[in-house]
């Protein structure tokens, strides 16, 4: 099997470009999506439907492109490799992940994790915009708490 490459991963999550934000609750499974028995990966139009959670962008972008899915914020630091601490003044690599885990169920808390397009700019879901990618890294990062990303990684069988 060929390696996928870190444009088909950024592809992919581009097919969920405005999709609306949904919220996670606890008993739901990871990725989301798994709910609703509409596939695994289900179509992109059915997520520009019920939205997708944060995690979900990345493991759509996955799951589209034959790999396994990371999980969510609390699974996503087992996931990664070749991590190192997150910069906001370093670019990232277009296929590579902002990351800040889980540390507790406050909302606040609860992580964040987003997709590198260009060198600051990221493709992530956000509770107030959907799927989005007008923010970068820099922006994200300083509204604090689960977005101040801590960790800076890529996904395994993907090729940069």
């Known amino acids: 099997m060929a390696r996928v490459s870190a444009q088909d991963i950024v592809g992919a999550a581009y097919e969920l470009l405005g999709a609306p934000y949904r ?61 190192g601490n997150f910069s906001p003044d370093t670019p990232g690599e277009p296929g590579a992940v902002a990351y800040r885990p889980y540390s507790g169920p406050d909302l606040d808390q609860q992580g964040h994790l987003a997709l590198y397009v260009g060198g600051h700019q990221l493709i992530q879901a956000l509770p107030t915009a959907g799927v989005t990618d007008q923010y970068t890294d820099q922006e994200t990062h300083s509204w604090g708490a689960q977005y101040r990303f801590t960790i800076y990684g890529f996904l395994p069988g993907v090729s940069y």
């Open 23 to 83: 919220h996670w609750h606890v008993g739901d499974p990871i990725p989301m999506w798994r709910k609703d028995g509409v596939g695994d990966p289900p179509p992109p139009w059915h997520l520009h439907n019920v939205g997708v959670m944060g995690s979900d962008v990345l493991n759509f972008a996955l799951e589209a492109n034959g790999l396994p899915p990371g999980g969510g914020t609390v699974t996503f630091a087992h996931y990664l490799v070749r991590t």
